[in-house]
C-alpha cells in the first residue's frame, strides 16, 4: 500500500518570505512524486514531479522540492512567497511497479498575507 | 493549460434522477481517472482506465460507473442520484510513458437535493 502524508492542514507566510510545505510518503519499491496546486473553483495543476536523479527538482512558478530518500520526505519550497501563492497544495505518491494509479495527500492550504 | 474538458461546471439536482458527468480530452491520452473530492479536502480516486474498454475501481467505493468507449471520452453515471454524492467530481488524464503526469480538468460540483 502507498500513502501520502501532509502534516499541516495550513502553512501561514508572510509574502516575500521563503515557505515550505511538508510531505512525507511510504510506498514499496521507488517513489515517483508529485505537487499539485488548486486555486479556488479549478482543478488541479501540476507544479512539479520526482522520477530520478536530482534530488532537488525545479518546477512552475518558482517552486522547487527536495526529495530525500532516508527521511521519505519530498518537501515544496520557494525563496520568496507571492500573494498569488495562496492556495490548496497536494503532495502525490506512486511506486515505480504495480498500481499505477497516484495516492494524494489531504492538502495543505498555503496562506501569504501580503 | 491541458486540454481536458468537463460538463457540466455546476449541477443540482434532485434525488433519484440519473446522471451523467461528461470527460472529455483532447491530448490522445491512454490513461484517465475520476477523483471524489469534498471542498477543501483531499482526492479519492474512484475509477480509472488505461485505455478503450479498460476501467477500474479505485480506493474508494462508489455507487457510480464508468466506460471507456472511446480513447478521448471517459463519463462517469450515477444510476440514482443521493444527497451523499453530494461532492466535487475531478477527471484527469496521463500519457503512456510519462510516469503519471496527470492532467486535470476544472471539475464538477454535484449538489444532489
Known amino acids: 500500500a502507498q500513502s501520502v502524508a501532509q502534516p499541516e492542514d495550513q502553512v501561514n507566510v508572510a509574502e516575500g518570505n521563503p515557505l515550505t510545505v511538508k510531505c512525507t510518503y511510504s510506498v514499496s519499491g521507488n517513489p515517483y512524486l508529485f505537487w499539485y496546486v488548486q486555486y479556488p473553483n479549478r482543478g488541479l495543476q501540476f507544479l512539479l514531479k520526482y522520477i530520478t536523479g536530482d534530488n532537488l527538482v525545479k518546477g512552475s512558478y518558482g517552486f522547487e522540492a527536495e526529495f530525500n530518500k532516508s527521511q521519505t520526505s519530498f518537501h515544496l519550497k520557494k525563496p520568496s512567497a507571492l500573494v498569488s501563492d495562496s492556495a490548496l497544495y497536494f503532495c502525490?505518491?506512486?511506486?515505480?511497479?504495480?498500481?499505477?494509479?497516484?495516492?494524494f495527500g489531504s492538502g495543505t492550504r498555503l496562506q501569504v498575507q501580503p | 493549460e491541458a486540454d481536458i474538458y468537463q460538463t457540466p461546471r455546476y449541477l443540482v439536482i434532485g434525488t433519484g434522477k440519473k446522471i451523467t458527468l461528461e470527460c472529455s480530452q483532447t491530448m490522445g491520452h491512454d490513461k484517465m481517472y475520476w477523483y471524489q473530492q469534498d471542498p477543501g479536502m483531499e482526492l479519492h480516486l474512484i475509477h480509472y482506465?488505461?485505455?478503450?474498454?479498460?476501467?477500474e475501481k479505485g480506493d474508494l467505493s462508489s455507487e457510480s460507473t464508468v466506460s471507456r468507449i472511446r480513447t478521448e471520452h471517459f463519463p462517469l453515471t450515477l444510476e440514482s442520484a443521493r444527497p451523499s454524492h453530494t461532492s466535487q467530481y475531478l477527471c484527469?488524464?496521463?500519457?503512456?510513458?510519462?510516469?503519471?503526469?496527470?492532467?486535470f480538468g476544472p471539475g464538477t460540483r454535484l449538489l444532489v437535493l
Open positions: 484527469a488524464s496521463s500519457e503512456a510513458g510519462d510516469w503519471e503526469t496527470q492532467y
Open positions: 502525490a505518491v506512486r511506486a515505480d511497479t504495480g498500481r499505477r494509479a497516484l495516492t
Open positions: 482506465s488505461y485505455g478503450v474498454n479498460s476501467t
